[in-house]
């Protein structure tokens, strides 16, 4: 059984990137470069029959709160994780909100995406679905 992330990130480096760490899987990305564009891509795979397993959205998108963004998706009716990246604090870039605080999100991932954690959150993540 094929799976479908959507990546939701305006980086198109992260697309490669996560193409990359999932080569060898049977997971295929679909990209959404804005908060809209992914509300209706969502609204789209559940209208077809097919949702995502996954979302994974850089919470640094303009447009929208997080908060927003995240009810939209609930909203549009997509039930299953959401997995959000966040940039390094080790770097000047500002940080969002903390997603956590208001229950948003599922998780919570850090740019630099590395192997080892990212894939172990995304499948960590869709085996929730499988429960």
Known sequence: MTRTILLVDAVL???????GLLEHSDIQIQVATDA???????????????PFSLIMVDLNLPGLSQADFVRSLRFAGHYAPILAIVNDSSNNETNVENPFQ??????IIQRPLTQKRTLCQIHDLMDLLAI
């Not at 480096?13 to 193409?19: R, V």
């Not at 809209?36 to 559940?46: D, G, K, N, V």
């Not at 208001?102 to 998780?107: E, G, H, I, Y």
């Open 13 to 19: 480096a992260t697309k490669s990137q996560l193409a």
């Open 36 to 50: 809209q564009q992914a509300i209706a891509l969502t609204a789209q795979a559940y209208r077809i029959d097919q």
């Open 102 to 107: 208001t229950n948003d999100c599922d998780a």
